[in-house]
């Protein structure tokens, strides 16, 4: 069974940081491209980062770059999203998601896209002061 457990999630204050956990199981990251995405209640889901299953491909959201560092350690079967400089315009629910394809070539993100991932239930990011 295939599951994605996130943590990490806290009300942080502007220029803060955090680091968002996701232990999986049920599958080897050795296959599977992981990916970071977050969502605001009435607005769709967006994709902050991603890395394919060879680390070839690491794939960031501009609004998060050179801030937000995606790494994976698939010993302990976790894959981390570190976020440094925070803005308010991070808060959001951070979802993480594993599928085969999901980091090749960029993130993918249409709603076809979206069903065909295993997902997280999320962790809670307020950055506010």
């Known amino acids: 069974q295939v599951r994605l457990v996130e943590s990490g999630g806290a009300l942080v204050q502007p220029g803060g940081s955090l680091r968002l956990s996701c232990v999986v199981s049920g599958f080897s990251l050795d296959d599977y491209n992981l990916g970071w995405f977050r969502q605001v209640p009435g607005r769709e889901r967006e994709a902050v980062s991603c890395?394919?299953?060879?680390?070839?491909?690491?794939y960031y959201t501009d609004s998060v770059k050179g801030r937000f560092t995606i790494s994976r350690d698939n010993a302990k079967k976790t894959v981390f999203l570190q976020m440094n400089s925070l803005k308010p315009e991070d808060t959001a629910t951070y979802f993480c998601a594993a599928d085969t394809t999901l980091c090749t070539g960029g993130i993918h993100t249409s709603k076809s896209d979206y069903l065909r991932y295993f997902w997280g239930n999320g962790t809670l990011v307020i950055v506010s002061s």
């Open positions: 890395l394919t299953s060879s680390d070839d491909n690491i």
